[in-house]
């Protein structure tokens, strides 16, 4: 499996025209304050999807990948929180708390902060959350306190797919509609997907829905009928990892389902043309784990494939960081593949500058405007630098070089260019290059906040 996928992907890479050769013309006026639908999986794995020749059958994204912009080096954090953070405010969730670098039930930002939501909202955009929120797991901590016109789904960072429940504790019941807690019968994909099609279909344009699938996080599992999708597939020969990697499967198919439902809907209202479609995951996968949820559900010991990348979810090394992601806007975006590095946090203030927002407050951005590179422009391009942080270690991305550290071991130093798979750690023989990017590293992590907030002090985590 490994040798299949490390195949196809060397094969692709070898096609790669550089960054969009075809270039659209700049958007007409009509167009320059699109509808945003963003999509965010949760912890699916690189070679989790057709477009990178991996074991899900994902038919509807593969196309919108072909019609679209693939991002092929995009970067998020390694876990679930800190990437949503980053998102939603632009800037690295080290500067909001320590909290903010792991899956927290805190409040990740504080109140007030300037979000994508609240700056689209103000530029008369209706605004919209449906799925999970994994910023603050309290009601007031939710989504519509943070721009939000209405949210849907879950505050906290899981739900099972058929009980919608969490972890034992304070926050096991947190499905919600706009904070209040809801009971509701059927699968959370389903329900979320159902919810994201209501909105599309209200057409009170301009809107800005974000859509954050559970899927594919565990408790794995999907309705039988993407199952079916795969009765002629032996994942594994012992049964245990066939059924789990089966259901993983599924999930997958479950997702691109939905997002074809999401692309149907906007065909069907006429708004498809202008849309700018968004999709990420929130980290890399995770290949095998227990589920400690309140389900049914059984463990997933073959979970999720990252090859040939190296490292999964909560890891710094590619396979936890560098994830599936596009960009589709017909007329607007033309097809290619963005070979250049951006982040998660960059999106905020690539779509401010699409819709002409202005803040009449300093954001403190991190995150820089892409629009020109996802259009194909690459004139102005410098060797970006992109910070990764995670509670234990550190990364830093500048140019083709990337630096990992932490306190359990020495440095690590990887041409990315030439190593993506990061293979040959290079530290010992370019010193001079790891000291150059710890002096880099350094810059950054004085920006970061390293005492939790004192009024989040005594709060469940």
């Known amino acids: 499996m490994k040798t299949v996928l490390l195949r196809a992907f060397l094969a692709a890479t070898a096609m790669i025209v550089q960054s969009n050769t075809l270039r659209a013309e700049s958007p007409p006026a009509s167009t320059s304050r699109p509808n945003i639908l963003f999509i965010v999986a949760d912890d699916l794995g690189w070679s989790d999807v057709g477009w990178h020749g991996g074991f899900g059958k994902t038919p509807r994204m593969d196309r919108l990948v072909r019609e679209g912009v693939e991002l092929d080096q995009h970067y998020v954090q390694p876990v679930c929180t800190p990437t949503r953070a980053a998102l939603m405010s ?71 797919p058929w ?59 999907a309705p039988d009928e993407y199952k079916r999708l795969y009765d002629s597939v032996k994942f594994h020969a012992d049964p245990v990892l066939h059924e789990s990697r089966l259901r993983m499967a599924a999930m997958v198919a479950q997702v691109d389902a939905k997002v074809g439902e999401l692309i149907a809907s906007l065909e069907k209202t006429g708004q498809r043309d202008n849309t700018l479609i968004v999709f990420t995951s929130d980290n890399g996968g995770i290949e095998s784990l227990k589920n400690a949820y309140v389900s049914d559900v059984a463990d997933s010991p073959l979970n999720s494939e990252n090859d040939p990348l190296r490292g999964q979810k909560a890891q710094l090394y590619e396979g936890g960081i560098r994830v599936c ?17 951006m982040h998660v946090v960059d999106w905020f203030p690539t779509i401010a500058s699409l819709i002409g927002y202005r803040s009449t407050a300093e954001l403190k951005w991190d995150g820089v405007d892409q629009w020109p590179a996802l259009r194909g422009d690459l004139s102005a391009s410098e060797p ?38 990061e293979h040959d750690d ?16 350094a810059e950054h992590q004085a920006k970061d906040i390293t005492k939790l907030p004192e009024d989040l002090a005594g709060f469940p985590k």
């Open 90 to 160: 632009g800037r690295y969730p080290g500067r909001f708390g320590p909290h903010t670098l792991a899956p927290s039930n805190l409040r990740a930002m504080p109140l007030g902060t300037v979000t994508m939501a609240s700056a689209l909202k103000s530029a008369g955009y209706r605004t919209y959350q449906c799925g999970k929120w994994h910023l603050g797991a309290r009601s007031e901590w939710g989504p519509t306190a943070y721009g939000f016109d209405h949210g849907y789904g879950t505050l906290t960072g899981a739900a099972d």
């Open 163 to 221: 009980n919608h429940k969490y972890r034992r504790g304070p926050y096991e019941d947190t499905w919600h509609r706009d904070g209040n807690r809801l009971d509701e019968a059927g699968n959370a994909t389903e329900l979320i997907a159902a919810e994201a099609v209501r909105r599309i279909e209200e057409q009170q344009s301009p809107w800005f829905i974000y859509v954050a699938f559970h899927a594919v996080h565990t408790p794995v599992d």
């Open 325 to 341: 992601a596009f960009a589709n806007w017909p007329g607007q975006l033309a097809p290619g593949k963005l070979t250049s590095p």
């Open 384 to 421: 970006r630098t992109i910070y990764l942080a995670m509670k234990g270690g550190h990364a830093l991305r500048h140019g083709d070089w990337k630096l990992i550290v932490s306190a359990r071991q020495k440095p690590e130093l990887y041409n990315i260019s030439m190593d993506p798979y």
């Open 426 to 441: 290079l530290a010992e023989s370019r010193a001079d290059k790891v000291a150059e990017l710890q002096a880099l590293l």
